[in-house]
C-alpha cells in the first residue's frame, strides 16, 4: 500500500515507518519544511494547507500529528495548543481526502486513552462511554474532526494510552529511575493502559488492511497498575524501589496535567483488536519494559 503518514518523526512514527517499510509498505510522510526527498510532501496544517494531488495517489493515510501532552505545567495558552494542534492537522487531512476524486480507502486517525476519565473499577472495551474532565474534551473533538474525511474512506479512531518505548512519558519515569529515585506514583494501584513501541506501530500496521472502524483501543492485553510498571523498571535497571510520590505532591508539583495524567484509573481492554486477530508480541508489562530496555 502507498501510506500516508503525519507525525512520522515521532516516537510511533518512527517505529511505524520502519515496520512499514520492512513490510515492502511505500510510505510517504508529511514534513512542514522543504521536501527533501521524493516521499516527503510539504503542508501547513495551521493555515489549512496540503497540495490535493496528494490523496490521490494514496492508499491509506496515519495521523500521528498532536502537541505532546506531556509538556508542563499547562498553561491556559498551553492548553489551547493541545486542542488547536489535533484539530488543524486532522481537518487539514479529513478535507483534503474529501477534496480528492480519488481519496485514500483508509483514515487511521490518532486518539487517546484521556476521552475516557478516570474510571477505576471499570473495564474500558472500545464502545465504553466518554468520561469527563479536559483531556476527554479535547479527544472527543479530534475524533469528531476526523468523520469528516469521505464516507467511503474507512474510519480507524486509535485510541492509545502509555506507549512502553525510549520516549514519551517513558521519558521521565526512566530518568528517575536511573538516578535512583525511582517511586511509586501515589497508591500505585491506578490503572494505566499501556502498550509496547512495537506492538503500537504493529496494532496500526495490523489496522490498515482490516474491516475494523470506529474506535479501537490500542492497549497491551493484561492490564497493569501503575506499580507494575514503575516496579518492573526498577528491577530491570537494578535500582532500588523504596520512594512513594503521594498524590498531594503530584497534583501541587505538576498541577492539572499530573491530576490527568498519573492518577486516573483506566483499565482498557483491546478487545476489538484481540477479536480482530491481532497477536501481541508483549503481553504483559513486564515484558513491554524488559524489551525497552533491553535495546
Known amino acids: 500500500m502507498r501510506v500516508l503518514v503525519s507525525g512520522a518523526s515521532g516516537l510511533v512514527g518512527t517505529e511505524l515507518t520502519r515496520q512499514l517499510t520492512e513490510h515492502g509498505h511505500d ?14 510532501h510539504n503542508w501547513a496544517p495551521s493555515a489549512g494547507m496540503l497540495d490535493e494531488g496528494v490523496m490521490d495517489s494514496m492508499h491509506a493515510v496515519i495521523n500521528l500529528s498532536g502537541a505532546s501532552i506531556g509538556r508542563i505545567p499547562w ?17 487539514t487531512l479529513a478535507q483534503a481526502m474529501s477534496r480528492s476524486a480519488t481519496p485514500p480507502s483508509v483514515f487511521l486517525s490518532a486518539s487517546a486513552v484521556g ?9 474500558l472495551s472500545d464502545d465504553a462511554t466518554r468520561g469527563e474532565g479536559f483531556l476527554a474534551d479535547v479527544v472527543e473533538a479530534w475524533e469528531d474532526a476526523s468523520k469528516i474525511r469521505p464516507e ?3 474510519l480507524v479512531n486509535l485510541r492509545t494510552g502509555l506507549v512502553v518505548g525510549n520516549g514519551g512519558a517513558m521519558k ?10 525511582g517511586s511509586r506514583i501515589g497508591t500505585g494501584g491506578q490503572h494505566w493502559p499501556w502498550i509496547s513501541l512495537y506492538d503500537e506501530a504493529a496494532a496500526i500496521r495490523h489496522l490498515l488492511t482490516s474491516t475494523l472502524s470506529g474506535p479501537v483501543n490500542l492497549a497491551g492485553p ?6 507494575r510498571l514503575t516496579s518492573a523498571m526498577a528491577r530491570e535497571m537494578k535500582r532500588p524501589y523504596a520512594l512513594v510520590l503521594p498524590e498531594t505532591v503530584v497534583s501541587l508539583a505538576m498541577g492539572e496535567a499530573g491530576r490527568a495524567l498519573l492518577l486516573p484509573s483506566q483499565k482498557m481492554l483491546p478487545s476489538k483488536l484481540i477479536s480482530d486477530g491481532f497477536t501481541f508480541r508483549h503481553s504483559t508489562v513486564e515484558e513491554a519494559v524488559e524489551a525497552l530496555l533491553a535495546r
Open 27 to 40: 510510505v510517504h510522510t508529511l514534513v512542514r519544511r522543504a521536501p527533501r526527498a521524493e516521499n516527503e
Open 75 to 91: 498553561t491556559p495558552r498551553y492548553k489551547k495548543l493541545i486542542l488547536e494542534s489535533r484539530l488543524q492537522t486532522t481537518h
Open 115 to 123: 476521552i475516557y476519565g478516570d474510571r477505576p473499577g471499570e473495564r
Open 152 to 154: 467511503k474512506t474507512r
Open 172 to 181: 521521565p519515569l526512566m530518568l528517575e529511575t536511573k538516578f535512583f529515585l
Open 222 to 227: 493484561v492490564p497493569a497498575t501503575s506499580d
